[in-house]
Each structure stands twice: as structure tokens, then as C-alpha cells.
């Protein structure tokens, strides 16, 4: 037996199996210890009291980070079918003392590899590092024999039984079974991990050696104390180990010299999704909700799953009555019956649900999977738990704000006139400028003001390392928030992160970090001649000028930066759109459309409110004539020939859609950009730059068919060896369109004349039906004089 009237009680377990966790709990009932030792941290001794507080419900996890780089962290996640929750919750339940006896954190974070979140070096098919067998089967196993490579021992259990997939044969012999003796599967698991340890050693995980090494003088001490009326929860892996003969003076001598650094530990929520393995954790099982179920229910395990599964369908609109319950949890002992399996598992349950429930399909079952067999369940700590004080402060405002951390992912409507939902948005926004992504923005219901924003939550458990990374800038998140606004102001070597800097401060509310911003923002500015980067960042302070309102932030000194940079982008566009290659021409009509918009923006700044509310925008300085300088600047770009012509067109749509260019003069322009004397790939560039994209050029030909005549008659007159080069330009232009507008340009096109492209050119604007000789011939004493020679008599 594990137990004998000569040794402490060794149980060795499979992290997160509520099999392991049910015998670890009868194992103790029957062996009532006085001690009880676990795998884990010894700096968290002084923390196991609080998990036996209201506050405290799994998952939750130990967080173990290094006081001068909390970058560098570990998490020891714990479930409610955990062992090592169970055990805790037993001993202090019991009156027993509770010590954790794995190799300590400043250890452990010391090293130089980072390692993944888990059991940091645990090597009993459980843990989350890369110092463990996983129990995810790395690797084919013989090749783990031949070249000595990190052994998973669950996997090698099951092949020695015969099992393809270690995951049924670890539900067949202990998830589906139970014993009469507590202490028999204990038993047999430290005999079989005794057979792997004699033929594999350490099974490729050297630093186990020095983790068991302190386990054992951990042991020892303990004994001394309290007899043999010890009991041990760790990883089955390590039961040989702490079985093994070893002087104290070999195992401190393993620990000789081992890397230390200062640590914190505290606990923190954990969720169900990220126990899975699918998340990357190398502990991690594949179905926590499942195995929570296992170990929760009173009874009929099989059937109270089914009927959850059932109400999940049903909440998804799907037909599913008490006749499929009925008949699903039959098939499901059917199958195991056929299987030779003790009982219906997770596979077994699995196929009658989708046969049964979801008519074969695997997308209902996918739903099944994500929300019930994986689950997105949060635990919660006490407010007792230790914390940075960002972390402290963090909590306080998601208290006052009644903003709670939720597992699973939600959408939240923001209405900036209300002040809670101000407050809420500048705490994420601040968070984002953190670092700490716990919301995302998102495309919420339409607004055409800027009083609505829309969120996307999630609290991930890594959130917890973030915060305690950021606390390093303040500890209250607004006075972390503006140091590291002013910190990212000082060191930004471009002026579009200097501009997204100043945007994020408005959102944000950090009225105390805009004045080192926008100084640095000026001395930029200033400094860059690149007429690209100023125009690239001009959209982001126009955004930033229409926040003053509602957020009621002072914008004056932004106005006069964003109007000082609009001037000078109107000043050097032109020149810098001429001479422009193909790629070079499409970035530039990016920014092109993105400073039309922040023109506008600015007027809009002077003009009225800046969203839905009644109270005007500060005002932009220079604003009122910025609308007139940057017309003239289109049709300066319109009439240049030398300016590409997706740029030339894009500029003449944008003063029609202003209403500074009538349809006749848009119809004269397109007819000059399409004349037969522009090759076709210019005249395929002006087409796109005019109606392409999603700016309603479709619709604008459709209601105008003189323009639309214009493009079908050029494009019948392509010749056929230009035809293939202008293509990919139309196919890109054309397909932007809605399925709609497509349809209805295709039969105005089929009509034929009446759609325009049969007119005499005379129809046509800018056109003579004939050539003006006299008018020609003008032109020829100042052709001779160019070229140099003499006017024919």
C-alpha cells in the first residue's frame, strides 16, 4: 500500500482529474493526517487560508511574479476537481497544517527560459512548463526511447494497455471507475510511474531532479514534526522520487547555487477555457466543464449532462425535446457497451448528442464543445487576497463602475452623455493605453456622432500579469495611465504614434499627459517634411478635436497643431502627388480621402456640435478658410497632368460629392480622361480613382448615364492588345460594388443608346463633331519655334 505503518501517506495525482481529486478526498477521510503536504509554491504557505473564505471560488490559481520584472510570472491554476484543491479545502476543514513543498518561486522565476504558465518544472503528465512530461503526449514515444526526449507517462500507460488515445484510457481506469479501498488507485499509479521512472530516469526533465531534491528535505521536516502522520499531494510522477533513499546532504547539494529573485504570490480568478489544452497550457486537460460535471453531480452523471446540453439547445432556437434526452443518453450507454468501455465518456456522449440532438450536424456540437464541455466559468478571490495596488484600484472602479470581469465575451453599448458610461470609457481606454486588453473596440449600433462607443469584453486570466506589469507607472490606473502616456510621448519617433498618442489622451481623459504630448506632437511636426506623414497623421487629431465636447476636454492647443498641420499638407500635397509610380499612387489616395475627412472635421469643429448633443465644439483656428484652401488643392490635382490618375480622379469625386464640381463639369473631366488620346491604363486609373471603391460610385453612375455612356463607350473603344492591362483595374474597381448596383449597371448598359455611349460626340461636353483646322494650325509657329525649325512658307 502507498500508506504503511513506516511512511507518511504519498498520493500521487493527475492534475485536474476528478478521479484523482475524489480519491485524494477519500484517501484523507480514511487516513486523517495531521499534516497535509502539496505540490506548489512555499511562498504561498500564508495564502492557504484564504481559500477556505466565502470569496474564494475555482478556478482561481496562484500567481507567483518577480518584484523587478513582474513580466516574469507562474500560475499554479487550481479547479474545483482539482486534487490540490481538494486537499486544501480538507485540511483546513480538518484542523490540519497545509504547507507546499515544490520548489519555491524566486527559484523557479530565476531562470533564464521563460516558461509557460502551470506547475512551473512539474513532470507527472500535468503541468503547464517545459519542465514536465505533458499529458498531451509530445511526440511519438518511441522516438521519446531512442533519443531521450521529455516522456508523457500517461501516454506511455496507455500504450502499454493497448489505447491509442491516452485521454480514454485516463476516463476508462480512473475518471469512470471507482474503488472500495481509498487507497488502492493510488497504489497502482505509484507502481506504474515506478516501473517509467526505472527504465526512463528522469524522462528527459533534469531540473525534476533538483524540484525533488527540496520536495524530499520538505518531507523530512515535516516528519520530524508530526511523525508519519503526513500526507503528500503531488504529481504521481514524483511519488518514486520522495520514495527513494537520499541523504540531506545530497539534496542540498543539488540545490548548491540555484538563481534566486524576489517574488509576490497572490491568488486570482482562473477560468475553465484556460485550463483547456487547446489553450496552450500544458497541463491542461481537454474538457474542464466536463470533468467539473463528473465531479459535482450527486448522481445519473450521464443524464444531467444531456439535459444541460439539451436547455443549451434550446436557448439556441433548436428542437429539442425530453423524447432526444431520453433517447441520446441510450445511445450514449449503447456505445460504451459496444466500446467495452466502463461507462459512457465524453466521446460516447459526444456522438449521441450529434446523432440524436443535432441531426448529424458537427456545427450545434461545436457550440455543445465550446459552452458546456470547455466552458468559460470565472472564479473569484476574496478581496483579502494580496494585490498590487494598480491591481487594488483596478478592482475598486470595476466595483463602482459596475464593470464586472466576465470569462465569457460580451458587447457593451457606451452613451458618453451618461456619466457612468464616461467613466467606463475612459477606464478601458486607459487600460488600453496600459497595455492591459481587457476591452476591445468594437462596431456597435450606428451613431453619427461620437456620444456611443461600443465594447468588446473579456477578462483573461493574463490580465492579472498585465496589471501588475503596468503598476510600475503608478499605482491608481489614472496616474499609471498618464505616466506612460508621457513616457511613450518622450521616446515616439514618429509623428502618426505621436497623433494615435494624443487621440488615445482625449479618449482616455488624461488632460494631465496632453501637454507633454502635444508638445512633443509639435516639435515632430515641425521637424517632418515627408508631406505622407503629415497627412497620415492629421485624420487622428481631427478625431481628436470633436472629443472636446463630450468629454469635456480642452482642445484649444490641439486645434492650433492640427490647423498649423493642415496648412502645410495643402501646401506640399500637390508636388508630392506628381511623379508617382502605381503602388506609390494608391497609398497616396489613402491619404488623400484621409485628410478630405479631417478637413471636414475641423470645419465641423467650428461649424456646430460635434456629435448628438446641443453644446458646440471648441473651436479650430483658421478653420473657416481650410475648406476653401484644400478645394483649390483638388483642383490643382484635378487639372495636373503629371498627377496619376487615380489621383486625378479621386479629386474630382471629391469636389463633386462638396458640391464644387456640377455633373456637367464631371462629365467634361471624365470625358477629357478618356479621350482616345490617354492610354488606357491612365484612363483605367481616373475610373477607379472617381467611382471605384466603396464611396458610391456605383450609385453615381447609375443616377448620372452621361457618365455611365463615358465609361461604356471608352471601354468599347480599349483596343484589344491594351484591353487585358486595363482589366485587374476594372475587375478591382467593379467589385466593390453590391451584388445590386452591379445587376442594375449590367441592364442600363444592355439598354443601349438610351444609356448615352450612341451620342453624336457633339453630345458630349468639351467635343466638336469635327476637327477645327484654323485652330489647329494656331499652334504651329510656336510648335516650329520649339523644335527649331522653319515655318513652311
Not at 216 to 231: H, I, M, N, P, Y
Request: glycine share 10%.
Amino acid at each position: 500500500m502507498t500508506r504503511s505503518a513506516a511512511g507518511p501517506l504519498l498520493l500521487g495525482v493527475r492534475h485536474h482529474g476528478p478521479g484523482s481529486a475524489r480519491a485524494v478526498r477519500a484517501a484523507l477521510e480514511a487516513g486523517r493526517p495531521k499534516a497535509l503536504l502539496i505540490e506548489g509554491p512555499p511562498e504561498a504557505d500564508g495564502l492557504v487560508g484564504l481559500a477556505a473564505q466565502e470569496g474564494m471560488r475555482p478556478p482561481v490559481a496562484l500567481l507567483a511574479h518577480a518584484v523587478d520584472d513582474p513580466g516574469r510570472a507562474a500560475f499554479w491554476p487550481m479547479a474545483e476537481f482539482s486534487p490540490e484543491w481538494v486537499a486544501i479545502r480538507w485540511a483546513l476543514g480538518h484542523g490540519a497544517e497545509v504547507r507546499f513543498i515544490d520548489l519555491p518561486a524566486a527559484h523557479t522565476l530565476a531562470v533564464t527560459e521563460p516558461l509557460p504558465e502551470g506547475h512551473p518544472g512539474d513532470a507527472d503528465g500535468t503541468d503547464g512548463t517545459s519542465d514536465g512530461p505533458g499529458a498531451d503526449g509530445e511526440g511519438p514515444q518511441d522516438a521519446a526511447r531512442g533519443r531521450g526526449l521529455r516522456v508523457d507517462p500517461v501516454a506511455e500507460l496507455a500504450a502499454a494497455a493497448g489505447y491509442e488515445d491516452a485521454e480514454r484510457w485516463w476516463e476508462d481506469v480512473i475518471e469512470l471507475r471507482g474503488s472500495a479501498d481509498p487507497f488502492a488507485p493510488f497504489d497502482a499509479l505509484a507502481e506504474a510511474m515506478g516501473a517509467l521512472r526505472e527504465a526512463y530516469g528522469h524522462g528527459g526533465h533534469p531540473r525534476d531532479l533538483v524540484r525533488e531534491a527540496y520536495m524530499r528535505l520538505q518531507l523530512r521536516a515535516a516528519r520530524k514534526e508530526f511523525g508519519d502522520d503526513v500526507a503528500v499531494v503531488c504529481g504521481a510522477w514524483h511519488v518514486p522520487a520522495l520514495r527513494r533513499a537520499s541523504t540531506v546532504t545530497a539534496d542540498r547539494a543539488l540545490l548548491k547555487g540555484l538563481p534566486k529573485v524576489r517574488t509576490e504570490l497572490t491568488w486570482v480568478p482562473w477560468t475553465h477555457r484556460r485550463l483547456a489544452r487547446r489553450s496552450g497550457y500544458g497541463a491542461g486537460i481537454e474538457a474542464p466543464g466536463w470533468y467539473a460535471h463528473l465531479f459535482t453531480v450527486p448522481d445519473r452523471p450521464l443524464e444531467r449532462w444531456m439535459t444541460k446540453v439539451a436547455g443549451l439547445l434550446r436557448a439556441e432556437d433548436l428542437a429539442v425535446s425530453s423524447a432526444h434526452v431520453i433517447e441520446a443518453v441510450r445511445l450514449a450507454d449503447t456505445l460504451a457497451a459496444m466500446r467495452g468501455r466502463p461507462g459512457a465518456g465524453l466521446a460516447e456522449t459526444g456522438d449521441a448528442v450529434r446523432a440524436v440532438m443535432c441531426d448529424g450536424s458537427d456545427v450545434p456540437l461545436d457550440l455543445v464543445r465550446d459552452r458546456l464541455v470547455v466552458g468559460d466559468v470565472l472564479g473569484t478571490v476574496p478581496d483579502g487576497a494580496p494585490a498590487v495596488p494598480l491591481q487594488r484600484d483596478l478592482s475598486r472602479l470595476q466595483r463602482s463602475l459596475r464593470l464586472k470581469p466576465e470569462a465569457e465575451q460580451r458587447e457593451l453599448e457606451l452613451d458618453l452623455r451618461k456619466d457612468n458610461d464616461a467613466a467606463r470609457s475612459r477606464l478601458l481606454h486607459r487600460l488600453r493605453l496600459l497595455g492591459v486588453d481587457w476591452g476591445a473596440p468594437a462596431t456597435g449600433r450606428a451613431s453619427t456622432g461620437t456620444f456611443r462607443e461600443s465594447w468588446r469584453l473579456r477578462w483573461e486570466p493574463e490580465l492579472h500579469v498585465q496589471v501588475a506589469e503596468a503598476g510600475v507607472w503608478g499605482t491608481t490606473v489614472e496616474a499609471a495611465a498618464t505616466a506612460r502616456a508621457e513616457a511613450r510621448a518622450a521616446a515616439a519617433q514618429d509623428l502618426a504614434a505621436l497623433t494615435a498618442l494624443a487621440e488615445q489622451c482625449l479618449l482616455a481623459g488624461l488632460s494631465e499627459a496632453l501637454p507633454a504630448v502635444l508638445g512633443a506632437l509639435a516639435d515632430r511636426a515641425a521637424l517632418d517634411a515627408d508631406v505622407a506623414h503629415l497627412a497620415q497623421a492629421l485624420p487622428a487629431l481631427a478625431r481628436s478635436l470633436r472629443y472636446g465636447d463630450v468629454r469635456a476636454t480642452d482642445t484649444t492647443a490641439l486645434g492650433e497643431v492640427a490647423a498649423g498641420l493642415a496648412e502645410r499638407v495643402c501646401v506640399g500635397l500637390p508636388p508630392a502627388c506628381t511623379g508617382l509610380d502605381t503602388d506609390a499612387a494608391t497609398e497616396m489616395r489613402g491619404h488623400l480621402d484621409g485628410v478630405h475627412t479631417a478637413v471636414g472635421l475641423l470645419h465641423d469643429a467650428t461649424a456646430g456640435p460635434a456629435g448628438d448633443g446641443d453644446d458646440p465644439a471648441p473651436a479650430t483656428p483658421g478653420a473657416a478658410t481650410l475648406v476653401d484652401r484644400w478645394a483649390a488643392v483638388l483642383r490643382r490635382l484635378v487639372g495636373r497632368e503629371r498627377v496619376p490618375g487615380v489621383l486625378r480622379g479621386r479629386a474630382a469625386r471629391l469636389l463633386l460629392d462638396e458640391g464644387r464640381l456640377d455633373e456637367d463639369d464631371a462629365a467634361r473631366l471624365m470625358g477629357l480622361a478618356l479621350s482616345p488620346g490617354t492610354p488606357p491604363a491612365d484612363a483605367a486609373a481616373w475610373i477607379e480613382g472617381f467611382v471605384g471603391g466603396a464611396s458610391g460610385g456605383g450609385l453615381l453612375l447609375v443616377h448620372d448615364e452621361r457618365l455611365l455612356g463615358l465609361v461604356d463607350g471608352w471601354l468599347r473603344a480599349v483596343p484589344d492588345e491594351a484591353f487585358t492591362d486595363v482589366l485587374p483595374l476594372l475587375r478591382r474597381t467593379f467589385s466593390a460594388y453590391e451584388p445590386g448596383v452591379r445587376r442594375t449597371l449590367g441592364e442600363l448598359v444592355a439598354r443601349g443608346p438610351a444609356a448615352g455611349p450612341a451620342r453624336p460626340a457633339a453630345a458630349i461636353p468639351g467635343f466638336a463633331t469635327a476637327p477645327d483646322q484654323e485652330r489647329a494650325d494656331g499652334v504651329l509657329p510656336l510648335l516650329h519655334l520649339i523644335l527649331g525649325t522653319e515655318v513652311p512658307a
